[in-house]
């Protein structure tokens, strides 16, 4: 029987190789940083395998043939000299109970060297090993011999985790070793083993050689006028934190701050100016025994001639009545920034006022426009001119309206044009219209073309309605037909087309039963008995007084008043004689 203490060494061994993970994985971070070198170009300084293996042993002890599958775990650690060779410790740990072999194990614990041919993506390897392997079974106690292990695998590389986690596919190992179980047990033992594995890798560490320290070096601001600072910032690439860094700079007036230069321009020549600069890397203390290494580079700048000043100039209100002041504003600019003297002058009325603002008034000046200048003066004498140019008014009359245009405003507040039902229909789109209706259009027509003449901007809006019978679809069309039909008689009476527009609304903003209710009441041409006939038939009176066109004023915004003409002669045909008549045959009923 296994023993307990060769179990515990051999488990230990397999989470030992677990455990180590985080370790190798931390030691990347102690390596030199390899940067902007694509992880998988590069071979890990360690790996760390953990996986599960099946073994199959064939040996004979004392009669008994071992020759069953053990299934367990494995683990290994590597760590690599070279991109190619390394050191392997492995451990393995395998159990097979059943009736033929009861509790066979086999575990142990191995070292040796690794060969790998490390790609981009898969890496083929080969180990040798050799050490100690514990066997033992129902019949014998688990006994300690020398192993050696011979065998190889293939891993597949990952992106998984910045490529620090592979696949083993698998891992084939022939192994061999002798166990000299005690003569009770049945002696000596030789066992042919294969073993097949697979799992997961770690990488840690890389073999990537470091970078080669870059520079780049910038002047800001790039253009400048003499006096103006300049700063010169050195930036350095692939950088080894553990090693000493040194910039330095060279040019005129330059002053060294460690990875910044500035630069003192009040001597400097218009033109342009480069500054060297430089970084080393090295170890501190060592710079006089091994080379450090290096990058160089340059910036530049540009000293620009001192330049005169400009000017913008505007005035608000720009539009003034006689008498009335504009404020004018001025902007000047000085490319060196140095200081300004505003100045204005106008060439008629009175300008006043100093800095960037002075009030203009217009009293005594001609109408018509006026030409308004400012002036910029720097400290050096170079000066720079802008205009501003302000309207002064003659004073308003308003135009005398002729009393006739507000005769026809009133006279065009006309009724609504009402339709039969269903009228015009879509195959006789030229229809629909009564002879009450087309007076009224008529009238309409002769004053809106007087009124054109006065104010030739006016135009008519004629907005359809249907009642709510007919779907929404059948009702949009018809209140479109009967715009259309309405447009067609103003056109045919010399309405400019073009001023005219139409708008079919369907259903939509139908009069309810309650605002048809309240218009009969307060029509002035009913008579109280017609008021009550009419009433008795509300039903039919809202339809008929949907089924209309309005028309709005668009000068006046005042819409055409929405009576229906109960006393025209052709009153009972808008009304739809034949729902009449099925009304009161129901009401003899």
């Known amino acids: 029987m296994f023993s307990h203490v060769s179990k515990s060494v051999s488990r230990f061994l397999v989470l030992a190789c677990v455990a180590s993970i985080p370790l190798a994985l931390s030691a990347q971070d102690t390596a030199k940083p390899a940067a902007k070198a694509p992880a998988d170009d590069s071979a890990s300084k360690w790996d760390i395998f953990a996986g599960y293996s099946f073994l199959a042993p064939k040996g004979t002890v004392g009669g008994f043939s071992y020759n069953s599958v053990n299934y367990g775990a494995i683990g290994s650690i590597t760590g690599y000299f070279t991109r190619n060779i390394g050191v392997q410790v492995e451990g393995d740990y395998h159990n097979d109970s059943n009736e033929d072999t009861p509790n066979d194990d086999f575990s142990g614990a191995s070292g040796g060297l690794v060969f790998r041919f490390p790609t981009p993506h898969i890496t083929p ?39 620090h986690l592979a696949i083993r596919l698998i891992q084939a190992d022939y192994q061999f070793t002798r166990e000299n179980f005690p003569d009770s047990e049945g002696g000596t033992g030789n066992f042919n083993i294969a073993r097949l594995s697979a799992g997961l890798v770690f990488h840690g560490g890389s073999f990537v050689p470091p970078a080669a320290v870059t520079l780049g070096c910038l002047a800001s601001p790039a253009t400048i006028f003499p006096g103006d600072p300049v700063t010169v910032t050195a930036t350095a690439g692939e950088l080894n934190p553990k090693l000493n860094t040194i910039y330095s700079f060279s040019g005129d007036g330059v002053t060294v701050n460690g990875a910044t230069a500035t630069v003192a321009t009040a001597s400097l020549a218009p033109g342009s100016y480069t500054v060297k600069c430089g970084v080393k890397e090295g170890k501190p203390g060592k710079e006089g025994l091994k080379p450090w290494e290096s990058a160089d580079t340059t910036a530049t700048y540009t000293v620009k001639a001192f330049e005169p000043p400009t000017i913008g100039c505007s005035a608000s209100p720009s539009t003034i009545k006689p008498g009335e002041t504009s404020m004018i504003a001025a902007s000047g600019v000085s490319p060196q920034n140095r200081p300004l003297t505003y100045t204005y002058s106008a060439a008629s009325g009175t300008i006043s006022g100093s800095g960037a603002t002075a009030a203009f008034n217009s009293a005594g000046a001609p109408t018509g426009t006026v030409a308004v200048t400012c002036t910029v003066t ?59 209706q087309e007076g009224t259009l008529t009238t309409l027509a002769s004053d809106f073309k007087k009124y054109l003449g006065y104010k030739p901007e006016a135009h008519l809006t004629l907005s359809g309605h249907a009642d709510v019978r007919g779907s929404v679809e059948y009702n949009q069309a018809l209140s479109e037909r009967r715009v259309a039909r309405t447009k067609q008689y103003l056109v045919e009476q010399g309405v400019p087309e073009g001023s005219i527009e139409t708008r079919g609304l369907g259903k939509e903003e139908n009069l309810t039963a309650d605002q048809v209710k309240d218009m009969v009441e307060q029509n002035p041409d009913l008579s109280a008995t017609e008021r009550e006939k009419v009433l008795h038939n509300l039903g039919v009176i809202v339809w008929a007084q949907n089924r209309r066109v309005d028309v709005t004023l668009s000068t006046t915004g005042q819409e055409s008043v929405r009576q229906f003409p109960f006393n025209a002669a052709d009153s009972l045909t808008l009304l739809d004689k034949k729902s009449l008549a099925k009304k009161k045959a129901a009401a003899k009923k």
């Open 125 to 163: 390897f080969l180990h040798v090993l050799a050490g100690a392997e514990s066997v033992g079974s129902y019949y014998q106690d688990n006994t300690w011999g020398p192993v050696v292990t011979a065998g190889g695998g293939l891993d597949f590389n990952t992106p998984l985790f910045n490529h």
């Open 378 to 436: 720097d400290d050096k004498g170079q000066a720079a001119n802008a205009n501003a140019s302000v309207m002064i008014e003659a004073p308003y009359v308003a135009p005398v309206e002729p009393a006739e245009v507000k005769q026809l405003e009133t006279r065009l507040a006309l009724h609504s044009v009402f339709f039969p039902t269903a009228q015009p229909r879509a195959e006789h789109p030229n229809g629909g219209l009564v002879a009450s």
